[in-house]
């Protein structure tokens, strides 16, 4: 074995978000590679969008937090309005672990991950979290925040879709089926 360690911070992100998900994989079931791969090119998104001179969004903790609980509820609570099971299983991870003082930063993270409109100052948590969220989710394909095409398909070969988009369109068909004036649920203006 030699003295250094060839793992890249990729690597060693996905692992610390893999131990933050275990807990939960069942509830995820076959979307769990999906739902990972989508909260990894989301970090990692985050930092492409984040100003200059912010502290790389990847490694913080509220972050890290926001980005594994952002989504959850779908499965959780079986429901595609979401937020509010998301937020609760955020706050107890974030009781649990000592670290409750980020309790206000990543709900509203979390909360306002889907507004329509700026969050907040380029720089403030919640808009840099809601910036790449929306990168993912449109697949850079509309507002990109400084992210190019190719930046965001060389992430995208590094963490693959397997099925993420394909799983929300469907969550979406069946919810406006259920609830035609409520369709979407999580926008906010």
């Known amino acids: 074995m030699s003295g250094t360690d060839s793992t890249s911070p990729g690597d060693a992100l996905a ?31 985050c930092d492409l969008v984040a100003p200059p001179g912010v502290p790389r969004p990847s490694d913080r903790t509220e972050f890290r937090v926001a980005a594994v609980f ?10 595609f309005d979401y937020l509010p099971p998301s937020i609760a299983l955020a706050e107890a991870h974030l009781r649990e672990t000592d670290a409750a003082e980020l309790i206000p930063t990543v709900t509203a993270m979390i909360e306002h991950h ?8 380029a720089d403030d948590p919640v808009e840099i979290f809601r ?9 850079a394909l509309l507002g990109r925040f400084g992210v190019r095409r190719r930046g965001y398909r060389a992430l995208a070969r590094r963490y693959p ?4 988009h394909r799983r929300l369109v469907t969550l979406a068909g069946q919810r406006l089926r259920t609830h035609p004036t409520s369709p979407l649920p999580m926008l906010e203006w």
């Not at 933050?20 to 990894?40: R, S």
């Open 15 to 45: 692992a610390d978000i893999g131990a933050l998900l275990a807990p939960l994989t069942a509830a995820m079931g076959a979307d769990e590679t999906g739902y990972t791969h989508h909260v990894l090119r989301v970090l990692e998104l």
């Open 70 to 79: 952002h989504d959850l509820g779908i499965w959780s609570a079986g429901t």
């Open 114 to 121: 889907h507004k329509l409109r700026h969050a907040g100052a």
């Open 131 to 139: 910036r790449a969220d929306a990168v993912d989710v449109e697949l």
């Open 161 to 164: 879709d397997a099925g993420f």
